[in-house]
């Protein structure tokens, strides 16, 4: 059940230790995860306080991921204060203009900034991997896999050959794990909600990045089909044809990164398929049914090309049409 958006008992002590004695505190965001977000705000400066509970949570891995960013010239939230003992942390405050309402405001805006989007990850494969991350590869992918057969089809009622599942991706998958490219930082979760616009920050410092901590070393078409397959907003297919080739063209990439951008498409959007369900029958959050529809729409175009041809077989032989995008809209 998705946690209420009351500041823990501990905060305002928290809060008082570091400066903000008395300050005001504001709900600001939970997510799929047991984190929650408040603002803090006093005497005219505000900041975020995240509250990340432990044991289901450990603030470290965000702190560090942080300061990697920071480091390598990109925009991430500075760590203000920590108490780690009760995962309380105090972080920049990058406003309240993110991504996803600034192209919902501004559609004219959308190549504009997706080029900055696609920019950022330019300048972040230029650097070395973040030390100490796991690896995204071959054997992450498939157990990543394992959540749409585990979850999906038990809650829609399907009987499916895991097998063949297992088998076709695979398939399909091998050849990118071997293909030569990467290891690059993935911050694992970079879409249109996780990206913040930054006031007076320019080029690709404009963008305030989120929630990466999960980030991993792995392949660099990842990041950029989240950024364009968005589970939140749709893209137009235009756009994400042009910053595929925006992309390839400055980090000097050729046809193999273009198969890979395909195919971790449609791996991600298999994956995000059994994570909105396990959200719903798990973990008590519905609402991520409505994205289910937007999820097949984008995973019905990945699976239209030719290098996901034995996992678009598996698909047509064990899930039936109405068990895609319609069962979702009933």
Avoid at 11 to 32: K, S, T, V, Y
Wanted: aromatic share 10%; charged share 25%; with cysteine.
């Amino acid at each position: 059940m998705a946690a209420p958006m009351i500041p823990p008992a501990t905060a305002p002590a928290f809060l008082a230790a570091h400066g903000w004695d008395g300050a005001e505190i504001l709900p600001l965001a939970g997510d799929a995860s047991f984190r929650r977000y408040f603002r803090v705000v006093k005497d005219g400066r505000s900041a975020v306080l995240m509250d990340a509970p432990p044991p289901e949570e450990d603030p470290r891995p965000f702190i560090a991921a942080a300061q990697w960013l920071l480091d390598v010239g990109l925009s991430a939230p500075a760590t203000l204060a920590r108490d780690l003992e009760r995962g309380l942390l105090l972080i920049d405050d990058f406003g309240n203009a993110r991504l996803r309402e600034a192209l919902d405001a501004a559609p004219h805006r959308e190549e504009e900034l997706y080029a900055l989007a696609t920019d950022l990850l330019v300048h972040l494969h230029a650097h070395p991997p973040m030390r100490g991350v796991p690896p995204h590869g071959l054997d992450r992918w498939l157990e990543e896999l394992q959540l749409f057969v585990d979850w999906y089809c038990p809650a829609l009622g399907l009987d499916v050959d895991r097998a063949g599942f297992d088998a076709a991706w695979r398939e399909v998958l091998a050849p990118v794990a071997g293909d030569g490219l990467g290891p690059v930082t993935v911050l694992r979760d970079y879409h249109a909600e996780n990206i913040m616009l930054v006031a007076g920050r320019e080029g690709i410092a404009h963008l305030g990045l989120l929630d990466f901590q999960d980030a991993v070393a792995g392949h660099p078409a990842y990041d950029l089909a989240s950024v364009l397959e968005d589970a939140r907003r749709d893209v137009s297919p235009g756009i994400e044809r042009a910053m595929i080739d925006r992309y390839v063209a400055a980090a000097g990439q050729g046809a193999g990164y273009e198969r890979a951008y395909w195919v971790l498409a449609g791996q991600r959007n298999t994956r995000i398929l059994g994570v909105f369900t396990r959200l719903w029958k798990r973990d008590g959050k519905p609402g991520y049914r409505a994205f289910q529809p937007r999820m097949w729409g984008l995973l019905e175009r990945d699976l239209a090309h030719e290098a996901l041809a034995p996992v678009r077989a598996w698909f047509d032989a064990n899930v039936p049409a109405k068990q895609r995008a319609e069962a979702w809209r009933r």
